[in-house]
């Protein structure tokens, strides 16, 4: 069964503070992990998707890589506005239908 | 493009009762995805289509049942509503499978 686990459940930084958020997951052949954010009270918003172990990809203050167990989300000189809930999910080669199994999200916040 | 549209936004029920969660995609997209989303226990998969005319249960699929007559429409049908069903639902919709895009949601409540 496939399996995503986020780390931490909440993280507080202050403006310009840089960190990582990681991602621990188990699947049966990985066809890609995806990164989220969601905002309250609203949908997730795609940010990333990665395919393959090594791969790095980058928005703004935001860069996520991968390797074959975990994925980060370096989150670089944040900004308050960045503050919102993060969430990870991966897609297995032999799920039909080419379903997500989603973390729980890590809720960040950051402070002025 | 409106993207993925959701209705109602809010939604209170008293239990027993049914209502209709409606979902639609205006992106051309054959794969659409059912979610609910409790605090923090992330996304759970209720249903989802791969065409029109093909659905299939998802993690959470009880107390719940979906058609999919059309490409952009994908409704959600909720019988006999309990209280465990209180929760936020999202709609997605993605082509060929890779990243989904999601609506606002909807925020329902049974009492």
């Known amino acids: 069964e496939d399996q995503v686990t986020q780390s931490p459940e909440a993280l507080r930084l202050q403006e310009g503070e840089s960190s990582s958020l990681n991602c621990s997951y188990t699947?049966?052949?990985?066809?890609?992990l995806f990164w989220y954010r969601q905002d309250p009270g609203k949908g997730p918003e795609f940010l990333f998707t990665?395919?393959?172990a090594g791969e790095e990809k980058e928005k703004e203050r935001l860069k996520a890589t991968l390797t074959k167990k975990e994925s980060f989300l370096h989150i670089t000189a944040p900004k308050p506005e960045d503050s919102a809930t993060y969430l990870c999910?991966?897609?297995?080669?032999?799920?039909?239908?080419?379903?997500?199994?989603f973390g729980a999200g890590t809720i960040l916040r950051v402070k002025s | 493009n409106a993207g993925v549209t959701q209705t109602p936004k809010f939604r209170i029920l008293k239990i027993g009762q049914s209502m209709t969660l409606q979902c639609t995609q205006d992106m051309n997209h054959n794969y659409m995805y059912w979610y609910r989303q409790d605090p923090g226990m992330g996304l759970k998969l209720i249903y989802y289509s791969v065409g029109a005319g093909i659905t299939d249960k998802g993690e959470v699929p009880n107390g719940y049942n979906v058609s999919r007559s059309t490409t952009e429409d994908f409704p959600l049908r909720l019988e006999l509503a309990a209280p465990s069903q209180t929760s936020v639902y999202f709609c997605?919709?993605?082509?060929?499978?890779?990243?989904?895009?999601f609506g606002p949601g909807t925020r329902l409540t049974v009492l």
């Open positions: 997605a919709s993605s082509y060929r499978g890779n990243e989904q895009f």
């Open positions: 699947v049966s052949g990985l066809r890609g």
């Open positions: 999910a991966v897609q297995g080669f032999m799920e039909y239908g080419n379903k997500l199994v």
């Open positions: 990665l395919y393959s």
